[in-house]
């Protein structure tokens, strides 16, 4: 079945780096994307990466891929009070290019 | 290039009234989203469009939900009558594939609550 888990909630200090994780269940995924939500605004595309890779690098955005665990990371480097937002986890297949998304974690910035 | 609009960015309703959401994506994009997303959750796919033909409506409640895009631009979402448990954003996106990826491009979304 498709499903795709995160953590709800992570805090790190402003200037350190920030590591959200997910897991995802279905081995067939062709994508998967990294979504950022500010309050009252809606989803932002922040990177995605294709199956086949290990890892994709922009700017202060590292995002790493283990296929063999189901596995994605994202790295943002020296964190920022802007980067405050829900950050969601989502999964394609090739197939319909529809989104399986995970329930998003929230990134807590303390001064 | 514009964005995605959405409109109204808010509605209150009482139970058992109707509602309608406007959606109109990015020019171009052929295909266009209908997403509810409850607080706490990630976003649920309801309806999916491509141009005016609808690609995926299985998740959408058609005993009270239903949704239809005209000459493939604007669309619009309508609920009744609504219950309770309807209180969500609701959000459109649309996209235009590029290669093999699809990257989706979100409105800012109607705030639903019912009462």
């Known amino acids: 079945g498709e499903d795709v888990e995160q953590s709800l909630f992570l805090s790190v200090r402003e200037g350190d780096s920030s590591v959200i994780n997910c897991t995802y269940t279905?081995?067939?995924?062709?994508?998967l994307y990294w979504y950022k939500q500010e309050p009252g605004a809606g989803l932002q595309l922040l990177t995605y990466?294709?199956?086949n890779m290990d890892m994709k690098q922009d700017q202060r955005l590292t995002v790493l891929l283990n296929k063999k665990d189901k596995h994605l990371s994202l790295r943002i480097a020296d964190t920022q009070t802007g980067d405050s937002a829900i950050y969601f986890c989502?999964?394609?297949?090739?197939?319909?290019?529809?989104?399986?998304w995970g329930a998003g974690t929230k990134l807590i910035i303390k001064p | 290039e514009a964005g995605v609009a959405q409109s109204p960015r808010y509605k209150i309703i009482e139970k058992r009234q109707s509602v309608a959401f406007w959606c109109n994506p990015i020019?171009?994009?052929?295909?266009l989203y209908w997403y509810q997303q409850i607080l706490g959750q990630g976003p649920k796919l309801l309806i999916q469009?491509?141009?005016?033909?609808?690609?995926?409506d299985s998740q959408l409640p058609k005993d009270r939900f239903s949704a239809e895009r005209l000459k493939g631009v604007d669309s619009t979402l309508k609920i009744q009558p609504a219950k309770l448990e309807d209180s969500a954003v609701y959000l459109c996106?649309?996209?235009?594939?590029?290669?093999?990826?699809?990257?989706?491009?979100f409105g800012p979304g109607t705030r639903l609550t019912v009462t």
């Open positions: 279905d081995s067939s995924s062709t994508y």
């Open positions: 989502a999964e394609s297949m090739d197939s319909n290019y529809q989104l399986i």
């Open positions: 990466i294709f199956s």
């Open positions: 996106a649309s996209s235009e594939r590029s290669g093999s990826a699809v990257e989706q491009y």
């Open positions: 469009f491509q141009n005016n033909g609808v690609v995926d």
């Open positions: 020019s171009g994009h052929a295909t």
